[in-house]
């Protein structure tokens, strides 16, 4: 969840100006401990485990082309906060973020300097009692020591949880949206099944999409295969496995209309995704707000004939082909490594 609209995310160009470069990311990491929530050692020790995971995700997603560092800040330095956990709300769905990080903020020794990092990520002790939802705060906050980039809350049920984090870190850092539906309210109701951490945080398919890592910069121009009206009625493009790190093409993109993207990639059940291998096509529509749908699952294409679309509230369709606004995607042939597809214009 993104709480502050202001540097507003976006699934296009030009990006939202955000806190750095994709490139680099410095963190502070500050734990924060309450009187009826205490934060423990044990809470310490998986927080360490849990920002090691953070640094290996996003190096693997950036393909190496972002470097993490990060501050976990000693157990003696946590923020004893002045009120109880209960008082913000933690224990509800929506805790007040703000007051969170005003108070933790300003009552945070300024030893610590957090201001010389490009944000902070307060982290709460781990209880399954307390049920609020991670939150990420994408503008800047002016605190005693300086001026802090920006911020996300976790913690709770979903304490020392490096997806968690790294999804609201998404919001703060990358400028990117959340990919699930809430439009019907008030339930959850994705377009993308579980494909993006920027989706579900809890999902099976947290591998980012190639989307998303050419917003950031994180394809080389040659991995990004262009179909254009001047591209040959019929071609044919050999397409990597997301997942794995070298330099062959990685997407198909085709523009639809203004603002609307169709793309192709091959997922692989390797690296974080647990997957059935397909090569996924979806829609990426950038006049969307977060929250709203914005990418749209429109196959998992496959050679494996008895397989059977996937049982979810949005249903994506199996086959080995699909035809969409006039333009058609077969999959030719698949191995271990990655897929031949044929895209053929109207
Ligand atoms: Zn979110």
Redesign the pocket.
């Known amino acids: 969840?993104?709480l502050s609209q202001t540097r507003t995310a976006s699934l296009g160009f030009p990006r939202p100006t955000t806190i750095g470069s994709y490139s680099s990311l410095n963190i502070a990491v500050l734990p924060l401990t309450f009187t009826d929530l205490p934060y423990r050692e044990s809470d310490h020790a998986a927080l360490h485990d849990a920002m090691r995971e953070f640094k290996k995700y996003f190096e693997a997603m950036s393909y190496g082309r972002t470097i993490i560092s990060y501050q976990v800040v000693a157990l003696a330095d946590a923020v004893v906060m002045p009120v109880t956990a209960r008082t913000y709300g933690a224990f509800g769905e929506d805790i007040d973020l703000e007051r969170v990080m005003r108070d933790s903020l300003s009552t945070a020794s300024s030893s610590l300097k957090l201001a010389s990092y490009d944000m902070v990520a307060l982290e709460m002790a781990r209880s399954d009692s307390v049920r609020f939802w991670p939150v990420?705060y994408t503008n800047s906050i002016e605190t005693p020591n300086g001026r802090v980039g920006g911020a996300v809350l976790a913690g709770g049920w979903q304490g020392a949880n490096w997806r968690a984090i790294a999804?609201?870190v998404?919001?703060v850092w990358l400028g990117l949206e959340?990919l699930y539906d809430m439009t019907p309210p008030p339930q959850y109701d994705g377009t993308f099944w579980e494909y993006d951490l920027?989706n579900s945080f809890r999902g099976s398919a947290p591998e980012l999409t190639t989307w998303h890592r050419f917003l950031l910069g994180w394809l080389d121009d040659s991995q990004v295969r262009c179909i254009a009206a001047t591209t040959p009625r019929k071609t044919t493009h050999y397409l990597s496995a997301v997942t794995d790190r070298n330099s062959f093409p990685k997407m198909v993109a085709k523009v639809l209309s203004p603002g609307r993207t169709l793309v192709v990639e091959s997922r692989r059940s390797r690296g974080y995704d647990k997957v059935n291998d397909s090569v996924l096509v979806y829609v990426v529509d950038s006049t969307r707000r977060?929250?709203d749908g914005p990418i749209e699952a429109k196959a998992e294409l496959t050679l494996n004939k008895g397989r059977k679309p996937r049982q979810d509230r949005y249903l994506i369709p199996v086959g080995s082909s699909i035809r969409i606004e006039g333009a058609t995607i077969r999959l030719v042939s698949s191995s271990k490594w990655g897929d031949l597809v044929e895209v053929t214009q109207r």
Request: net charge negative; glycine share 18%.
């Open positions: 969840m993104d990420a999804h609201e998404g919001h959340d920027m977060s929250g």
